[in-house]
């Protein structure tokens, strides 16, 4: 066994910064040390609004992002199109396509893609919440958005086959997003070429 480089809580903080997406050891480390350098008053606020996200913060009622009411900001907006609904992997692919300002529909957010490999199926996703929401009548259009890789492709052409007998019209993301990319990191003009140039599944 390894012996531990740092005093045991100082590892402890390190060990939990490397459980976020995309942290290795050494940028672990880094935020670790400044978190340790950091006034106590500041280091309480930090752990206050970690603490606070996580117990203030609860899932859309129709759409499934994260939200702080029973129902998001954009789900609340009756300008918006609600017989369009645009489906995401994650809360962040949303705020990816909202910057281009050009999307007037409404969203559903799946919380991650399905994947036999990580063990991850139809009952670990928001599909059954999507599919209710569509058997309720007012959908005309939905909007694959998933990531164009793999794992996104199957879970788009699952959907799509689970909402064909609805008689909807079922599209997904065309020009513009590269296969194997990731919709949150696409820039604005990219969004709208892909939302523009929709296919049908």
Known sequence: MQTPQFAAPVEQLIEYFQ?????????????????MSMEEADVTAFAEALVGAKKGVNRCQQCQNFTDSPLCRICNDHG????TICVVSEPAD???????REYKGVYH??????SPLAHIGPEDLTIRELVMRV??????????ATDPDTTGETTAMYIAGLLKPFGIRVTRLAYGVPV???????????????????REL
């Open 180 to 198: 194997g990319g990731h919709l949150e990191f696409a820039d604005e003009v990219t969004l709208l070429r892909a939302i523009e140039g929709r």
């Open 80 to 83: 918006r199109d609600h017989t």
């Open 135 to 144: 058997g309720k009548g007012d959908v005309k259009e939905v909007i694959m």
């Open 19 to 35: 459980r976020l997406p995309g942290v290795g050891r050494k940028t672990a480390q880094r935020f670790a040390f400044h978190v």
């Open 94 to 100: 949303v705020a990816a396509i909202e910057r281009a």
């Open 109 to 114: 957010v799946l919380h991650g893609v399905l």
